[in-house]
């Protein structure tokens, strides 16, 4: 009998063909498709080998540990990276109870932080940290080789109730219970990073120069300067950006794996999403849903990421207890001589600082901010 | 067979590489997260004992980190090193608890005669949801060391020499146990005509 070199079970282990299915580039795929045309009668034989060959990793890689495994390896893992700062690893995956100011990481142990962070997600995909990290190294800014800390933030919202984050460029952020958000301490690299795991209602100062970024698990969502919320829950299977003011672009991280930090020049392609408009990422299938369903913003609602903040002829009095309430925070003033003064005002996607400002001057007031607790000092409107 | 992407993921496992020779901890990290999963998946091919594999697994990055001013600096390739050392970890293991399926070495099989028959016995007229089953049928039957093969082969992309030098085997004896896996799966439409033959008997009776 003639032996055909190209029968389904030799095409399944042929080197060459295997390669052509699992990792096709231009040289194979021109070598195949030029079999194919001249031997049409192996077209069945070749796409039955092909789904063989697709099958068999499929099924082959079933075993894969669960995310529970994972954290477990890597802690034991992590132990042994550095014996001595054990007691203080485990005290940074503690969360904070109460809204301190923020811990204090240093950088080698925020790449460890997020890679944790990456194996609850379950992601398989982890180089943009690589990446990121390469921009700021290329630039001396390497821990490792210059010694200097970049220093990291983590703060975690354990109460039931909503927690104000002021970030260092200005910007504010309403952190839901059970989230967590990590950033720069002093946030004056060429782009504004912070790691999300949770709910949060986001208020950007502008910086056209400096891009505002989120990655929450497989999602970064990356803006300018505008207000939205990521809703990006730990076990969740989607995450969801939603746009309050302003445009906000968000992708897929796996497009930041590229060969250089593509974020600040602009190719990345992202999804431009307009305000009040949402869009759904899949974490499982790293695609996008795009929601035409518009978000409402309504007045007397109580998700900050839906209030309008208009004030028409408004006493300051109840403008101060819509922020405190949106904000979660504590407005101290003298009310017999603030508390009727009319205000007027449209303070939509403002951070907490911006709105405060505004406020103050249309008051004549100064304003101080620490924590959740703001503080009002003038002499009021009459 | 290294194409212009693998070459790419190369460089990158190799700059993560010599990071973890300078005590970078981020490029360790990274090659853990990178690594794991997939080892682990490989590992579970060796070890029915779950707990058995994740020491494993957890055992060859605690060497990596351990021993790495003395790692080479010219690793060909970062992923062999990691899985050669696995399946070491895992038959060192292994032999401490015996309480886990035995790990015969099976002698090489040889190359079977003839090709008869091979390719009009894998039906090709299938849809994906047959093929499917049936390869998820027939790879649960298999002897260890072809699902060993067909992992490293079909689904972690290892080079029929690279996994030769995984599994401390010659090249012919991987180039057999892929043989000998493909045509098993010509088996299944023989039982499926008996259970066939069966039903038939059973509805004339």
């Known amino acids: ?382 | 067979m290294t194409t212009s992407e693998t070459f790419i993921l190369e460089l990158t496992d190799q700059q993560l590489w010599t990071g973890i020779r300078n005590g970078d901890e981020q490029a360790y990290t990274l090659i853990f997260e990178r690594y794991h999963r997939t080892l682990y998946n490989y590992g579970s091919k060796l070890s029915g004992n779950s707990a058995i594999v994740e020491d494993a697994v957890q055992e060859v990055f605690i060497d990596v980190w351990r021993l790495r001013s003395t790692l080479t600096e010219n690793v060909t390739s970062v992923k062999f090193y990691l899985y050669r050392a696995l399946r070491r970890r895992i038959h060192v293991a292994s032999d401490k608890f015996p309480i886990t399926e035995e790990l015969t070495m099976l002698p090489d099989w040889e190359m079977p005669y003839t090709y008869a028959n091979s390719e009009t016995l894998l039906i090709q007229h299938e849809s994906n949801s047959m093929i499917s089953r049936r390869i998820q049928e027939v790879l649960s039957q298999l002897p260890e060391r072809q699902i060993e093969v067909i992992t490293l082969r079909y689904f972690d992309d290892f080079s029929v020499e690279e996994i030769a030098g995984i599994m401390g085997i010659n090249e012919k004896s991987v180039r057999n146990l892929i043989y000998k896996a493909i045509t098993s799966f010509r088996q299944t439409p023989q039982h499926f005509l008996v259970s066939v033959l069966i039903l038939c008997l059973l509805v004339i009776f």
């Open chain 1, 1 to 382: 009998m003639k032996h055909d070199p190209y029968s389904l079970t030799e095409l399944i282990r042929n080197d060459d063909f295997i390669a052509w299915v699992r990792k096709p580039d231009e040289k194979n795929e021109i070598r195949w498709r030029q079999f194919l045309q001249n031997n049409p009668r192996k077209k069945e034989t070749v796409e039955s080998a092909r789904r063989y060959i697709i099958f068999m990793g499929e099924d082959t890689g079933k075993s894969q540990p669960t995310s529970e495994q994972s954290e477990k390896m890597w802690k034991a893992v992590e132990r042994h990276l550095r014996g001595e700062e054990e007691v203080k690893d485990e005290e940074i995956v503690e969360e904070e109870t109460e809204p301190e100011p923020g811990r204090v990481i240093s950088g080698w142990r925020w790449a460890r932080i997020a890679a944790s962070t990456a194996l609850i997600a379950g992601m398989t995909s982890f180089s943009y940290w690589y990446y990121v990290n390469q921009a700021a190294r290329e630039h001396g800014k390497d821990f490792q080789i210059a010694g200097v800390s970049r220093d990291l933030i983590e703060r975690s919202n354990n109460t039931d109730k909503p927690m104000l984050v002021l970030l260092p460029d200005g910007s504010s952020v309403v952190l839901e219970p059970e989230s967590s958000l990590r950033y720069e301490k002093s946030m004056n690299a060429q782009t504004r990073e912070t790691v999300l795991k949770g709910k949060a209602f986001f208020e950007i100062v502008k910086d056209a120069k400096r891009p505002f970024l989120v990655y929450s698990y497989g999602l970064a969502t990356k803006v300018l300067g505008t207000s939205f919320s990521v809703d990006a829950p730990e076990n969740g299977k989607e995450i969801k950006v939603e746009v309050t003011t302003g445009k906000v672009s968000v992708f897929s991280v796996d497009e930041l794996t590229g060969t250089d930090n593509k974020v600040n020049s602009g190719e990345l392609k992202g999804f431009i999403l307009n305000p009040t408009e949402k869009v759904a990422f899949s974490r499982e299938a790293g695609t996008f849903t795009r929601s035409v369903e518009k978000v409402t913003i309504a007045e007397g609602e109580r998700d900050i990421s839906k209030q309008a903040f208009v004030f028409d002829e408004t006493p300051v009095s109840e403008v101060f207890e819509t922020l405190e309430k949106a904000y979660n925070i504590q407005i101290m003033y003298n009310e017999s001589l603030m508390g009727d003064c009319p205000l007027n005002a449209t303070l939509i996607g403002q951070p907490i600082h911006e709105k405060l400002s505004v406020i103050c001057n249309a008051l004549d007031a100064q304003f101080e901010i620490q924590n959740n607790q703001v503080k009002i000092t003038g002499l009021g409107c009459k």
